[in-house]
């Protein structure tokens, strides 16, 4: 910015004082070249075109509102307008020669006064233009826009409208471009960068490319990550087609930028079957999942949706944000409640005659569960048992729980009690036997975005200048998008026949201090090891957490078989009757009762779940 700013007024005064001298100056000369070497005497009438021609232009300049536009951002409107107003101008000046019958004013002077008054008056805001931006530029941080697409060139204008960027390249992988100038930018190669960096002093690639596929996307962003620049991007399409987002509000990389994956059209059959015109539950309503299934419900027009939660806050939350949205002809309710109460579930089920059920209320937090056992247990598998048994005697259609990688063959609690969850609902089944509920399990890992997720913790801690901690240098995991992860279990429902779990496809695993590497780098920071002890910021290890594994799992064995959808597998896993099933339980709750929690790990090690205290004895 300008270190001395000239208020808005001022600058108008300015501009009115200036077009006051250029005018009658500009007629001046015209008259002089026209007489040429003969003597011009100026007499009272030629004085009377002189101040009544400038006056009366003047005020053609302000109805055009010359003396409106910031002479720093003048675009093409602002030329027409000053020309425009030079014409009337113009044309003022021949009809006061005309009144006044001035002799000393030829009658084609007008015509030599536009262009003198043209060079002047446009050219004067030019001279004040170009001023300006040889000021801003030194200024504004110099950026490159990745896309010479029609998103780019909307933000180059955007950006030629601020004073905080200064766009020296367009970045377009595209042959047919290369060379070519779009609003006074050069598109050229990706090879280019590099090199342009260094010598242009660029410090920030923006992307605009907000609608080609995430595989393209993920490609472009590995690239850049090695260069010592911030990587930012603008919204998605969707976005900014609905008007949720303007194409000039840039923001990081998210994290789905650097691990999602191309989408695969939802089957709506499978919405549909188990959504449209039902009545549904959604326990967990306020959580990270829940709170998503709730968003994605709502699409696909329930009679009736509930929201069961026990936090207040969340509840009304996510109430708030559904009743912004929500059509007219679907009922809304919020309900406050604990799985853990068997009589108010079995009432609600009841009272509103619920069709369906997703169970995401859980303790998911691997750490707070292995230092709070009972509460873990208490809510994670009574919960879901009685949530479960409600929906049985009540009628409830469908009952599906969102389980995680983390029950496949556990070392931590939380991972224990959503298995144990799990052959709850699987001995249910087959009391069921297919004559009432379907019960069904959905199997995922990491969500991108969760409460319980790395990247905030690792945004945040960017953002702070570092350390970024990570637990192990080897740990990897799986990670899906909460839209995706939420989509996918609401169509996972409807191929439920009893007992089943469905594994989600999470793609490929991914190593959390590559991870946290990349998204250094990609913040315009590089990382402070041992082969660059100059860096910007450090990552430290941290040691693995209780009960935490070097990398999850998604199946208990290999017997798996593919279902309708490609991103949805069935597993078939070793199923166990709910006699068994309550005889585990009753222990479960007497050591649950006493407080005894080495009684309850050695219940649990007894269990079928998979469940072992240390990774090794595995």
């Not at 004085?47 to 951002?73: C, D, H, K």
């Not at 050229?188 to 907000?210: D, F, N, T, V, Y």
């Not at 069961?308 to 002809?329: C, G, N, T, V």
């Not at 860096?535 to 799992?553: A, F, N, Q, S, V």
Request: glycine residues 8%; contains cysteine; proline residues 3%.
């Amino acid at each position: 910015m300008l270190k001395k700013e000239i208020s808005t007024h001022t600058k108008q005064v300015l501009l009115i004082f200036a077009d006051l001298l250029w005018l009658p100056l500009a007629l001046w000369l015209a008259i002089v070249l026209r007489w040429g070497e003969q003597s011009y005497n100026t007499d009272y009438r030629d004085l009377i075109v002189y101040i009544m021609s400038t006056f009366f232009s003047v005020l053609v300049f302000l109805r055009l509102g010359l003396y409106r536009a910031v002479i720093r951002f003048m675009g093409t409107e602002a030329i027409i307008a000053v020309v425009k107003g030079i014409s009337i101008s113009a044309l003022i000046v021949g009809t006061m020669v005309f009144l006044t019958r001035a002799e000393g004013i030829p009658r084609s002077i007008p015509f030599i006064y536009w262009g003198i008054a043209l060079f002047f008056v446009g050219g004067s805001r030019f001279a004040v233009w170009l001023y300006y931006q040889s000021i801003l530029k030194k200024e504004c941080e110099k950026v490159a826009i990745y896309g010479a697409g029609e998103a780019g060139r909307q933000l180059l204008t955007a950006l030629k409208q601020g004073s905080e960027y200064q766009a020296v390249v367009f970045i377009d992988d595209d042959r047919r471009i290369k060379g070519r100038v779009i609003n006074g930018v050069k598109v050229l190669r990706p090879h280019h960068l590099e090199a342009l960096i260094a010598k242009e002093g660029i410090s920030q690639i923006l992307l605009a490319m907000p609608s080609v596929s995430a595989h393209k996307k993920r490609k472009v962003i590995n690239e850049l990550e090695s260069l010592p620049v911030h990587v930012k991007t603008i919204p998605v399409l969707a976005d900014i087609v609905n008007g949720k987002a303007k194409i000039e509000e840039l923001r990081d990389v998210a994290i789905e930028d650097l691990l999602g994956r191309d989408s695969v059209a939802p089957d709506n059959q499978l919405f549909e079957l188990c959504i449209k015109n039902k009545v549904v539950l959604v326990s967990g309503a306020g959580g990270s999942i829940g709170s998503e299934l709730c968003r994605q419900i709502i699409k696909h027009e329930p009679k009736h949706l509930i929201l069961f939660e026990l936090s207040e806050f969340a509840l009304y939350s996510i109430e708030q944000e559904l009743q912004k949205i929500i059509s007219s002809d679907i009922n809304l309710t919020a309900l406050l409640g604990s799985v853990q109460d068997q009589k108010r579930l079995y009432s609600i089920f009841t009272a509103y005659g619920v069709n369906t059920v997703y169970h995401a209320a859980a303790y998911k937090h691997v750490p707070i569960v292995e230092e709070n056992i009972v509460e873990g247990i208490r809510n994670n598998i009574f919960g879901t048992r009685r949530a479960a048994e409600a929906a049985y005697d009540s009628g409830v259609e469908t009952f599906v729980l969102i389980s995680t990688d983390k029950a496949v063959r556990p070392t931590n609690i939380m991972g224990t009690t959503k298995r144990f969850a799990e052959m709850v609902l699987q001995g249910l089944a087959i009391k069921a036997a297919g004559q009432g509920t379907r019960f069904c399990m959905v199997r995922f890992g990491n969500v991108l975005g969760s409460s319980g997720s790395v990247v905030p913790l690792f945004n945040k801690q960017i953002k702070q200048g570092g350390p970024v901690t990570v637990t192990h240098p080897d740990i990897v995991r799986y990670f899906m998008t909460i839209p995706e992860a939420a989509q996918l279990v609401l169509q996972a429902g409807s191929l439920g026949q009893g007992g089943d779990v469905f594994v989600l496809d999470m793609g490929e695993s991914v190593k959390i201090a590559d991870l946290a590497k990349k998204m250094i780098h990609l913040s315009g920071y590089d990382v402070r090891e041992e082969e660059n002890p100059e860096g910007d910021i450090e990552i430290i290890y941290t040691g693995l957490r209780p009960g935490e594994k070097l990398y999850e799992e998604l199946l208990i064995g290999d017997n798996v078989t593919a279902t309708q959808h490609p991103r949805i597998m069935r597993a078939e896993e070793k199923m166990l009757s709910m006699a068994t099933m309550d005889e585990k339980m009753a222990l479960l709750d007497e050591a649950c009762n006493d407080f005894n929690v080495s009684w309850v790990r050695e219940i649990l090690l007894e269990s079928e779940t998979g469940y072992v205290v240390d990774p090794e004895k595995r």
